[in-house]
């Protein structure tokens, strides 16, 4: 069923269909949804991933819509993301900081940059830096 129901998601073109599957009680067809938004990659479907940003407590949405963003190139994502760089939680972080080093916007230098030496996340600061081309390694 679920099978199914992905399969469906990944056929939508209409950004606000695709939202409501992002409110879904299964991961898998929450993380098809975002994947999808991804896909289709308009203005409203940025808008719903960085509302997913701000509000989802789920580890692996919070991956999964910071890679999603990143490789979007999204930069109206970049407060949500930084916000992100915190997490307690180090593969939301790391994820965050990865996309934030996709997103070619030199604003996140600094945030970066004060991570840098940070157990757990400093490595991709410093990936994410070097992409930005302003490594002072």
Known sequence: ???????????LTNPREVEKYTYS???IIRQEAIKRLGEI?????VERLIKILKTSEDKYDLIYTNSTLGKLKAKSAVPALLK????KKVDVACSAIYALGEIDDKSVIPH???KM????????????????????L
């Open 112 to 114: 970066l940059e004060r």
């Open 1 to 11: 069923e679920d099978y199914n129901l992905s399969k469906e998601i990944s056929k």
């Open 41 to 45: 990659g308009d203005d409203k479907s």
């Open 84 to 87: 992100h760089i915190n997490s």
């Open 117 to 136: 030496n940070s157990g757990g996340v400093g490595d991709y600061c410093k990936s994410a830096l070097k992409k930005l081309n302003k490594s002072r």
């Open 25 to 27: 009680e299964k991961w």
